[in-house]
């Protein structure tokens, strides 16, 4: 049995986590920090406006927060040898660095998008880009309404793992305002009703045009891929790990 807390647990992602977690059997959720005030969520554990009021024994964080709160959670992971689940987007480059140097005190996890799906989607297009080369790369996403960024951490991910594969010396270009210029890659973003995250990527050539597309239909998946991933961590050691360490590419 592994006790958790997860940081943000109001959020959409956290209570989704949460409601899936009482029926597992292996995950015990202990409590919940979270600066919002929810009195009618469905939650029966204690939640904490900080982790300072945390008395519970916790083996696992799972953070879903928002980013400026990351300087709190590595401190606590820290001082109290938990494995830290980090799941939060909008970090900055510098913020994302602040983690990766904690990998040397705590068995740090780290990715915006836990779907098996989209992690196949992205080594599938690093696989593309390498045997296509110098073909043209656009990729559009589509989101529901109210989505806060654009484009989304999954999209940006995505392009910067094409990128990688080519060599990194392409421009990720947000929307287009004028005439392409060859070393691109290209997104634009499309918001609008309930869609819970489509990425369409395209290879374009002078004879012929590759098309990659994922559809998120629930965002379940993203919990289901969460769930995987507190078990994987569970007797690591230290250090940092990404989804190249999971899936093993």
């Known amino acids: ?23 597992n059997a292996g995950i015990n959720v202990v409590c919940g920090v979270d600066s919002l005030d929810t009195l ?14 945390v008395k519970e024994v916790v083996e696992a964080v799972m953070d879903f927060s928002s980013p400026d709160r990351i300087e709190e959670v590595l401190s606590f992971v820290t001082e109290n040898k938990c494995v830290l689940i980090e799941g939060t987007v909008g ?8 983690i990766r140097s904690y990998g040397d005190k705590a068995p740090i996890f780290m ?21 296509l080369g110098n073909y043209d790369v656009e ?16 999209t940006l ?9 080519l060599g990194g010396d392409r421009k990720i270009v947000v929307g287009r305002t004028s005439k392409r210029k060859g070393n691109e890659i290209c ?23 590759l098309s990659i597309k994922h559809q998120t239909l629930n965002s379940n998946v993203y919990c289901e ?6 078990n994987f961590m569970k007797d690591k050691p230290n250090g940092f790990y990404d989804l190249k360490d999971y899936y093993g590419f």
């Open 40 to 53: 009618d969520a469905d939650c029966d554990v204690p939640v904490y406006k900080s982790f300072d009021e």
């Open 139 to 154: 990729i559009v996403e589509t989101y529901y309404r109210d989505k806060v960024n654009a484009p989304g951490a999954t």
């Open 225 to 230: 891929g969460a769930i995987e991933i507190i």
């Open 157 to 165: 991910t995505l392009a910067q793992y094409i990128n990688e594969a």
């Open 187 to 209: 997104i634009h973003s499309v918001r609008g009703g309930n869609v819970v995250g489509d990425q369409e990527i395209m290879f374009i050539g002078e004879k012929e045009v």
């Open 111 to 131: 990715s915006n998008n836990l779907s098996l799906g989209v992690n196949l989607t992205f080594r599938l297009c690093a696989q593309a880009a390498q045997t």
């Open 1 to 23: 049995m592994i006790n958790v807390l997860i940081c943000g647990i109001f959020s959409k992602t956290g209570m989704m986590l949460y409601k899936m977690l009482r029926d």
């Open 91 to 98: 970090y900055t480059k510098t913020q994302k660095e602040l």
